[in-house]
């Protein structure tokens, strides 16, 4: 849908479980995981909903997030166990046509990928600890093999990035909203009154001219209704 509600569109119509959507590097397809054929695995599709196409092929592995590079000629799909796999994007990715890296560990928890932003040089996600919280931000360079900590309260699975693909936007566990440089670390709280509070998955996204952000709101509503039995109705 356009950024004001209007125009929405439904990508995806099935029993499958349709999950976590990525925009590709040109904007014209979604890669998300799905369970339509029966384990998750790595799909990509048009905006339009046409050309739904099988990403991986990883046996007896689910897999997570499925991500395009930005030029598209590279896969990567993260598994349920941890760690990832990148190959070429021509065929479905399995396990041996691919690079098979293992979650590096990162304080007492390890880095899980949930983006491929331009221009491809990092990888950035989320630092998961064992029993399943979050426990900061991370990029992982692709070329070197080495994870930098963006932070230890970042919370969520998706930090939004910045136009001049420097600065990244997050939020921390106390409900703030942080703009962060990745060279300096530095980094200060967004000066906003959110209308309402983030989402349990704390998604955050800013405007390709880096003047808006949008993020994930959820509203909590409890409502009692009163129900009347029908009047009896003479024989």
Request: hydrophobic share 35%.
């Amino acid at each position: 849908m356009r950024s004001d509600g209007t125009q929405l569109s439904r990508v995806t119509d099935d029993l499958a479980r349709d999950r976590t959507p990525r925009f590709s590097g040109d904007g014209a397809s979604l890669t998300f995981f799905s369970k339509k054929d029966g384990s998750y695995q790595g799909w990509s599709i048009r905006r339009d909903g046409s050309d739904r196409t099988l990403r991986t092929a990883i046996v007896d592995k689910d897999v997570n997030f499925t991500l395009l590079s930005p030029d598209g000629r590279r896969v990567l799909a993260a598994v349920a166990e941890g760690g990832w796999v990148i190959g070429p994007s021509g065929t479905p990715l399995t396990l041996k046509s691919g690079i098979v890296t293992k979650a590096p560990s990162v304080g007492a928890g390890f880095f899980v990928p949930s983006a491929w932003p331009r221009p491809g040089h990092w990888l950035s996600g989320y630092i998961l600890t064992p029993s399943g919280g979050y426990a900061g931000t991370a990029l992982y360079d692709v070329a070197s093999g080495t994870v930098k900590k963006l932070s230890d309260d970042g919370v969520g699975e998706h930090m939004g990035w910045m136009p001049d693909h420097t600065r990244v936007i997050y939020f921390t566990a106390a409900g703030k909203l942080v703009i962060q440089n990745i060279t300096t670390l530095e980094r200060h709280e967004i000066d906003v009154q959110l209308p309402l509070p983030p989402d349990a998955d704390f998604n955050v996204f800013a405007a390709p001219d880096g003047r808006t952000i949008y993020y994930g709101a959820q509203q909590t509503e409890a409502n009692i209704w009163k129900v009347e039995p029908p009047k009896a109705v003479k024989p």
